[in-house]
């Protein structure tokens, strides 16, 4: 027996809290264009080519994730191609799915779910009788929880194992949360509108997520906390060499020198000890000091340019590239107050 939550076993489920994109006969047209929008545009190919579709598409937002009810109502084959920046999580409550996701493919059901990463190309084929529940979390809020844990992110970035077993402790657990919030929205939809507690519920999905589902950080986010606190006493003269002059180190060789050590000897400590080399070290400590004088900045009189410079990027560009990967928005959005 599956481990869904029990919101779901309504047949047909029922979701008057969710927003409703489209429900009941629609022209195929409408639906690829109304998905697309939502998730992602896609080729679509639709089984005996009807011109309308008896088709369901509801929406529910908790902080900046999305959860999605989707039934189509007739075979369907959809080519999404890569994912771009979000993690979707497909689980049928109904019919039976099969996601490709790279070279593995995963047959869904009701007590299977398909976990799709980005930058892997996807290919789905649906049943008529499909209905699944669709969460869709944005991966730069998954990287940046990722970091706050254990302080990297592998060089390949954030991939999750395809295949969550929903009657597995990870699928438990999963489930758990899920129906955790999602029972909390129909007794008191009105928390959700709550900023704080939205945000809460989106931390509590992706933590559930991290730790539990098999990914590409696993290993690191099962024994971060004693990874971090072992380390050599050059490895934190080393940081501290790096707090102290923030802006002006400009090699590793430098901070080798300084905490008395080789290069090759402190690049293995660091990448022993953090999973990353000393620059990248840095450069996360310089990102996080521009993100702190960002925030409590006048937009008046800021200029983004010289803060960049100023803590040690010399090259605007890419400074702001790995400013919105880390925090998930550009520096003129922390500048001007946005989330």
Request: contains cysteine; positive net charge; aromatic residues 10%.
């Amino acid at each position: 027996m599956s481990n869904c939550p029990q919101f779901f076993d309504t047949t047909p489920p029922t979701f008057s809290h969710f927003h409703t994109e489209f429900k009941g006969r629609v022209e195929p047209e409408c639906v690829i264009e109304m998905v697309g929008r939502a998730l992602k545009p896609h080729k679509m190919t639709i089984s005996g080519a009807p011109r309308v579709m008896d088709s369901t598409f509801q929406s529910l937002k908790v902080g900046n994730l999305q959860i999605f009810y989707l039934q189509y109502g007739v075979e369907v084959q959809v080519d999404p191609g890569e994912l771009n920046d979000f993690t979707l999580i497909q689980m049928p409550i109904h019919g039976a799915g099969r996601y490709t996701c790279g070279g593995y493919q995963v047959t869904g059901a009701p007590d299977v779910a398909a976990v799709l990463s980005p930058r892997e190309v996807t290919h789905l084929q649906f049943s008529s009788e499909l209905r699944q529940i669709i969460v869709r979390i944005e991966q730069s809020a998954l990287e940046r929880a990722c970091v706050e844990h254990i302080e990297l992110l592998p060089e390949k970035g954030l991939r999750f194992h395809p295949l969550l077993d929903l009657n597995s402790a990870a699928g438990r657990a999963w489930c758990g949360a899920l129906s955790y919030i999602l029972e909390g929205s129909v007794a008191f939809p009105h928390l959700l509108h709550t900023a704080t507690y939205a945000e809460r519920c989106e931390r509590l999905l992706i933590d559930t997520l991290l730790f539990a589902q098999d990914n590409s950080c696993s290993e690191h986010l099962a024994g971060g906390s004693t990874r971090r606190t072992v380390r050599p006493a050059y490895v934190r003269r080393a940081e501290d060499y790096m707090r102290d002059r923030l802006a002006e180190i400009v090699s590793v060789e430098e901070i080798a020198r300084a905490v008395g050590v080789s290069s090759r000897a402190l690049y293995y400590a660091f990448r022993q000890t953090h999973d990353q080399t000393p620059m990248s070290y840095l450069r996360e400590l310089r990102l996080k000091a521009v993100h702190a004088e960002l925030k409590s900045g006048n937009p008046a009189t800021m200029r983004l340019v010289d803060v960049a410079i100023r803590w040690g990027f010399s090259h605007y560009g890419h400074f702001a590239s790995r400013y919105r990967r880390r925090f998930g928005v550009r520096p003129q959005d922390t500048l001007n107050g946005k989330r």
